[in-house]
């Protein structure tokens, strides 16, 4: 089976009833949904599929993993009844011929019930995934081998990017997406960065021009030395 689970509870993505919602508002309310390149007319996800494989998925043939089922396994899983986790692990085993999965979720504790669920099967069943970033965290922290708190101080993941002697590594920001919040957030990055700015046209880096032109164009932009 394929799982699209595109909830992002950290930026207040939940989905619900197989709907798409942002901090409770359907997404093709937003101006996510105009993107110029990315756009879409429906927060149900199943419609969602349909028309973004031009009809290849029919919203009819996805299945829908609900809150209810998620949140009774979250339960079992902190003590309550253990027939709650089975039932989710019964559910998954019995998905055939990759099916397409809709799962539903509003806090984390529900991914890391789907997350230990999956590690159970996973010399079982074979899953594709299209996700945000807090299934990773499901299939982490509800697996053998939780990761636990992050070892490191905000301050201690940016020590990472600089060299010795303090100044700061350089770095690539790669803005994806044609809407009003990307630019406000690129314009406070750019705001508090230290150093030089280099900004890319990217249909140039994907354009038909040779490797070796966009080598030398690109050590030509960022001072790089020789490669």
């Known amino acids: 089976a394929t799982l699209h689970v595109p909830a992002f509870l950290p930026g207040g993505r939940t989905t ?3 709907v ?18 990315f756009g879409y007319s429906t927060s149900d996800l199943a419609a969602w599929l349909e028309e973004k494989s031009a009809g290849a998925i029919s919203a009819a043939s996805v299945a829908r993993l609900g809150l209810s089922q998620l949140e009774d396994a979250a339960v079992a899983r902190a003590g309550g009844d253990p027939a709650g986790f089975e039932r989710l692990v019964h559910w998954l085993a019995d998905l055939r011929g990759n099916r397409p999965v809709v ?22 069943k074979r899953f594709l995934f299209r996700s945000a970033a807090s299934l990773l965290n499901g299939l982490v922290d509800g697996g053998a081998q939780p990761l636990g708190p992050q070892p490191l101080t905000p301050e201690g993941l940016a020590g990472l990017r600089r060299w010795s002697e303090g100044a700061a590594m350089p770095g690539l920001v790669v803005v994806g997406s044609h809407v009003p919040l990307a630019d406000q957030q690129l314009q406070q990055l750019l705001a508090h960065t230290e150093g030089k700015v280099i900004l890319l046209d990217a249909r140039f880096w994907t354009s038909s021009s040779s490797f070796e032109l966009k080598r030398r164009t690109l050590k030509a932009r960022c001072s790089l030395p020789s490669m």
């Open 16 to 18: 619900v009833d197989g």
């Open 20 to 37: 798409h919602l942002l901090h409770g508002e359907p997404v093709h309310n937003t101006a996510f949904a105009r993107d110029r390149l």
């Open 103 to 124: 799962v539903d979720a509003t806090r984390p504790q529900q991914l890391e019930a789907l997350g230990a669920a999956l590690d159970l099967l996973r010399h079982r």
